[in-house]
């Protein structure tokens, strides 16, 4: 077998295996990409209304049309209660397919918030958010397009009828309840200068997810940490810096990295109109044993009054460089909110 060829099903297979085990999602630009990342995010914004979209797509340089493709959309609003206190409802939509035996998930998800002033005034206040989220999960694989071991002839032949004996699953399509719960805290000290710190527990319903009803495969549970915020260097440029921390049954992975913002309007109405350039790193924890930085990610982020679009780029750092060229996967991210008229100051970080 080429070299080429060798580093390609080794690729696969590492990426297949990882798939299977890691269960979740994950796009670059979390930050773009709020009820994904915590059901406590769910309302908190300095408008009425948002809508995301968002679309990755990794491993494109070797599988081709069988890339991994991710996508997600959702919906949430806030709701004023008494003078100061808002609670958020939102609903969340996501699909996720990987390689030739299209092994996908499709997820619908309802959120839900409550967010407590804790103190401060109208332009310097610092909030407590507890989220929660309830929602039904797809999975699903096409067994025919899977090649055991068992059908190659090991001669370089292989045969697809060929009894494969390597398992037997009775299921290719079921669907599962999803459970999530999320706390944020937040301190906003002027239009332009925040800090925020949330965690959350997805999965808490520790569903069945083996193709065999037989067996038994419980999905773990994903702990979500994550911190961020904004800080004004001069009155045209500020630095937001951000991390993010996922850990899931044996598994592991970090984002952090910092973004510089170009403000390019005048006054209060500065952020709203304003360019972003960024570069995060990506590191995850091997299973045997030790991390390993995984990629470099380039970003770049346009705001013009209520409409914000994301773009990123990771570039594969990891043992797989000889079979990926060092490329990694691209990313859009996609924010439009409608605002009304908001009578009540500033309110929270600009997500």
């Not at 060798?6 to 299977?20: D, E, H, K, N």
């Not at 694989?141 to 398992?167: A, K, S, V």
């Not at 990506?282 to 994301?310: C, E, H, P, W």
Request: glycine share 10%; proline share 3%.
């Amino acid at each position: 077998m080429k070299k080429s060829q060798f580093l390609t099903g080794l690729l696969f297979f590492v990426l297949v295996s990882a798939s299977i085990q890691a269960q979740d999602i994950h796009f670059s630009q979390f930050y773009m990409s709020p009820l994904n990342l915590n059901p406590a995010m769910t309302g908190v914004m300095n408008c009425n209304t948002r809508l995301v979209a968002n679309y990755r797509n990794q491993w494109a340089s070797v599988l081709r049309s069988n890339a991994f493709r991710t996508y997600s959309v959702s919906y949430d609003q806030r709701v004023p209660v008494g003078r100061y206190d808002y609670f958020g409802i939102g609903g969340t939509f996501w699909g996720d397919r990987a390689g030739e035996a299209n092994f996908s998930t499709l997820t619908g998800k309802a959120s839900f918030s409550y967010s407590k002033r804790m103190g401060g005034y109208r332009d310097k206040a610092n909030y407590l958010v507890v989220g929660a989220e309830a929602g039904a999960a797809q999975r699903s694989i096409d067994f025919l397009n899977l090649r055991w071991g068992t059908q190659h002839d090991g001669e370089g032949g292989f045969d697809p009828t060929r009894d494969p004996q390597e398992g037997r699953f009775d299921r290719d399509n079921f669907i599962f309840a999803d459970l999530a719960a999320g706390l944020l805290w937040f301190m906003v000290f002027d239009d332009n200068a925040n800090f925020y710190l949330g965690g959350a527990f997805h999965h808490l319903s520790r569903a069945n997810l083996s193709f065999d009803s037989e067996s038994e495969d419980l999905i773990f549970t994903r702990l979500t940490l994550h911190a961020g915020g904004e800080f004004p260097m001069t009155s045209k440029v500020g630095i937001l810096p951000g991390a993010i921390l996922m850990r899931q049954g044996p598994l592991m992975q970090v984002n952090a990295g910092a973004s510089l913002r170009f403000n390019l309007g005048e006054g209060r109405e500065a952020a709203s109109q304003a360019f972003q350039i960024g570069l995060w790193t990506r590191i995850a924890n091997k299973l045997d044993a030790g991390v390993l930085q995984d990629a470099l990610i380039l970003s770049t982020r346009f705001d013009f009054n209520q409409f914000s679009l994301g773009f990123s780029y990771d570039v594969n750092t990891s043992q797989l460089k000889p079979a990926t060229n060092s490329q990694g996967s691209f990313e859009f991210g996609m924010v439009y909110k409608i605002c009304g008229k908001v009578n009540r100051g500033v309110y929270c970080p600009d997500f």
